[in-house]
């Protein structure tokens, strides 16, 4: 006994998910990911600038993630008090904490200056980082 199948039958045995087309969906060949890294040495202000970010980012219904607490970087110097030398050994330690936030998006290369343009802290420094997919 010959079984005949027809192909185009075959075919449509899978049902495929709406606008998706090899390699991904059809809308997201110009999405981006982009990388937010926020420094400052004062938290309450990286954590406002952070807020603010993440706030525009979900308004415009973006996929989110962050932020991602980093470990702090703590600068210690230790020196003499003594200008000459001279007198007891008396040592000042100064210290420089350096707090890092990473935010991950997941958007269209239009919207990313949208985003980014928001009003910054003093003392905050950002960094975007754009790879495409």
């Not at 449509?12 to 390699?23: L, R, T």
């Not at 007198?87 to 000042?92: L, R, S």
Request: proline letters at 5%.
């Amino acid at each position: 006994v010959v079984v005949e199948r027809n192909t185009d039958e075959m075919s449509g045995q899978f049902a495929k998910k709406p606008g998706y087309e090899k390699g991904g969906f059809a809308d997201e060949s110009n999405f981006h990911r982009i990388r937010i890294t926020l420094t400052s040495r004062n938290v309450k202000h990286l954590e406002k600038v952070c807020s603010q970010l993440i706030d525009g980012a979900k308004k415009k219904e973006l996929k989110v993630k962050g932020p991602v607490r980093l470990p702090t970087k703590n600068l210690v110097i230790t020196t003499r008090k003594s200008p000459c030398g001279e007198g007891t050994n008396t040592w000042d330690r100064f210290e420089m904490r350096i707090h890092k936030r990473v935010i991950d998006l997941h958007s269209p290369s239009e919207i990313v200056k949208q985003i980014t343009s928001i009003s910054l802290e003093p003392g905050v420094d950002v960094e975007v980082t754009i790879t495409d997919n």
